[in-house]
């Protein structure tokens, strides 16, 4: 049975800090890896994709990678901004059917 | 493009009452969800719809969940009755059709208390 964790579960950093988000699981066939936001009182936002085949993705100050092998994900947010203060969470497919199996997510806070 | 719709954004009820909540998904979006997130963890899907059939129900408590949507569009989602571990934010999705390569569009969820 899949399982993923990330850790820490929470997060504070200064403004402008690079900071690094991990996502683990337990099964390495996957299909592709997700990371999402969530902020409060709001549905989850799509950041980044990654296909099994690739090694990373990046969407302006974010960068997400992924080692199937060791069973890990790495979300990497340069320069922080207060914006960015919400939860972060990563999701697993095991195959292309839809299902996605989510870790706890990272609740995040950039202080000013 | 609106995004997926949800309400009641909050309900509180007491335990053994019926609650039902409400999701309009993306306007042509083939495909819905429902998923379950209790406080600290991440969503649990709880159910999924192709049009207007059940694909996969698999972790739904069909003792005490019950979810239709009616003309491949609206989804309810009803849960009677409620028990405390109930409390959760049940959440919305869909995407244009089933399978891992279509993006999954989430509405804002319901916050369910039960006291």
Redesign the interface.
């Known amino acids: 049975k899949q399982e ?1 964790t990330q850790i820490p ?1 929470a997060l504070s950093v200064p403004e402008g800090e690079n900071l690094v988000l991990n996502c683990s699981f337990t099964d390495s066939a996957i ?2 890896l997700q990371w999402f936001r969530q902020d409060p ?6 950041l980044l ?1 990654i296909q099994s085949s690739q090694r990373e993705q990046t969407s302006g100050r974010l960068n997400a990678s992924l080692d199937k092998s060791s069973g890990r994900s790495t979300l990497y947010i340069a320069a922080s901004q207060p914006g960015d203060s919400a939860t972060y ?1 990563c ?1 697993v ?1 095991m ?6 199996i ?4 990272t609740r995040l806070l950039v202080r000013p | 493009e609106a995004g997926v719709a949800q309400s009641p954004r909050y309900k509180i009820i007491e335990k053994r009452q019926s609650v039902a909540f409400w999701c309009n998904p993306i306007s042509g979006h083939a495909t819905l969800y429902w998923y379950q997130q209790i406080l600290g963890q991440g969503p649990k899907l709880l159910i999924q719809f192709q049009n207007n059939g059940v694909v996969d129900d698999s972790q739904l408590p069909k003792d005490r969940f019950s979810a239709e949507r009616l003309k491949g569009v609206d989804s309810t989602l009803k849960i009677q009755p409620a028990k405390l571990e109930d409390s959760a934010v049940y959440l919305c999705a869909s995407s244009l059709f089933g399978g891992g390569v279509f993006e999954q569009y989430f509405g804002p969820g319901t916050r369910l208390t039960v006291t």
């Open positions: 993923v579960a299909y592709n009182g709001k549905g989850l936002t799509s994709l969470l999701a497919r195959d292309s059917s839809y299902k996605l989510f870790g706890s997510g």
